[in-house]
Every structure is written in structure tokens, then in C-alpha cells.
């Protein structure tokens, strides 16, 4: 049998249909920010775990409704919203507070949202996860399980680009710190220290003309 590939995911629903009860992959990636009852999130919140915008989620949902409605999304409206603000949301001022309808998703209808989202480098890795499960539950008859080596490679090349990328950028960072240090902060102590003797002098100056104020009324130091 044939290694499945990303695009099979987002193409097949059946293939979809075999690892959607893996909602553990998505813990591996990032977390999963819930709504108080902790079963359920929000469009936004899907977006913000997804990193893309509620429109990129709210089209996904257009297109797949049926498949995401069986995954366990459903829309609260009337009284069952009212039930569940009243329950969950208005105890907590920072959550959105509905007026009309609320969707919601349960873990399963996320991943799945995850499968079928395509510009997000979230969703991929969600996606790689969810292969590299597929891969390992089919044994073929001679025993060993088929390797998916190719998108766990492409995984941990993109973990290696992303660490480098930060390094690289603490690193431009610390050398821009050293170049102002270098160029303007340390030319300007030098100065302090060479006309520190100058200033000192001034202010025995100031000194001395205050002692001798006493000589005379009306008398003003000279400041210069």
C-alpha cells in the first residue's frame, strides 16, 4: 500500500475520516486554548490556534459543513445560546458574547478543520503528525510498518529553519547593541572623563566667588 501524502489528506475524506480521533496530534503542536466548559472553541479561537484569519476558517466551514457537522460542530441559537452564555460566557467579561448564534467546535471538528485548511503552517503540521500516525498503525504483510520519512524529514527541516531564523535574529540583535555601544555610548563617557577635570574646576570657581561674597552686598558670582 502506497505512503499517504498531504495532499491525500486534504483530498480524501475517507483517509481524514481514519485519524480524526486523534485529537492528541494537536497538543504536539501547540495548545489548544478551550472555552470554560473545556470541551469547545470558538471560530476565533480555531483561527488563533491555526494562525490565520476567521475568514480562512469561515470558508472552510461553507465548503465541508456536512463532514465538520459529523466531526461534532454545531450552532447555538435561542435559548440553547442563551443556556450556554449564561453557563460559560458571561462570567467571563474577555469572551465574545453573542447576540444571534455562536458556533462551536470540540476538539475532533478542529482537527479536522486542521485537514482541510491549506495556508497554514499550523495545519501542515498538524498534517505531518496525523501521517506519520497513519504510517505507523498500517502493517503490511511482511511485518513492518510503512515509513512515512519523507514528511518527517520536511517536519523537522522546518523546526531546524525556524531555530536558526531565531538565533540569527538574537544575534543581529546583540550586534546592533555592540555597534551603538561602540559608536556613540562609549565616545561619550571618554568625553565625560576627559572634561570631568574641567568641570570640577569651574565649580571651585563658583566656590571661592560665593566665599567672597561675604566681602560685599550686592556682589553676583560669575557664571558665565
Avoid at 478551550?34 to 461553507?62: C, N, Q, S, W
Avoid at 502493517?139 to 523537522?156: C, K, Q, S, T, Y
Wanted: glycine share 6%; hydrophobic share 40%; net charge positive.
Amino acid at each position: 500500500m502506497m505512503n499517504a501524502h498531504e495532499s491525500d489528506l486534504l483530498a480524501s475524506r475517507e483517509l481524514r475520516g481514519r485519524v480524526l480521533d486523534r485529537v492528541d496530534v494537536l497538543d504536539k503542536v501547540k495548545t489548544l486554548r478551550l472555552l470554560p466548559d473545556g470541551l469547545h472553541v470558538t471560530t476565533r479561537m480555531v483561527a488563533e490556534f491555526y494562525e490565520v484569519d476567521r475568514e480562512a476558517v469561515k470558508k472552510v466551514v461553507i465548503r465541508h459543513r456536512g463532514e465538520l457537522v459529523e466531526s461534532g460542530l454545531r450552532v447555538l441559537e435561542g435559548l440553547e445560546l442563551q443556556r450556554f452564555k449564561r453557563d460559560n460566557l458571561s462570567p467571563n467579561p474577555g469572551l465574545p458574547q453573542p447576540r444571534r448564534s455562536l458556533t462551536l467546535y470540540p476538539r475532533r471538528a478542529v482537527l479536522n478543520v486542521g485537514m482541510l485548511l491549506r495556508d497554514s503552517v499550523v495545519a501542515r503540521q498538524v498534517r505531518s503528525y496525523l501521517l506519520d500516525t497513519e504510517a505507523v498503525a498500517r502493517v503490511p504483510a511482511g511485518g513492518e510498518p510503512v515509513d512515512n520519512f519523507p514528511l518527517r524529514a520536511l517536519h523537522e527541516l522546518e523546526r531546524y529553519v525556524e531555530r536558526v531564523v531565531d538565533e540569527r535574529m538574537v544575534a543581529v540583535a546583540e550586534e546592533s547593541v555592540r555597534q551603538v555601544i561602540a559608536t556613540a555610548v562609549t565616545p561619550l563617557l571618554n568625553h565625560l572623563v576627559e572634561t570631568s577635570g574641567e568641570h570640577r574646576q569651574r565649580l571651585h570657581e563658583i566656590r571661592d566667588d560665593l566665599r567672597r561674597s561675604r566681602l560685599g552686598r550686592g556682589w553676583r558670582p560669575d557664571l558665565g
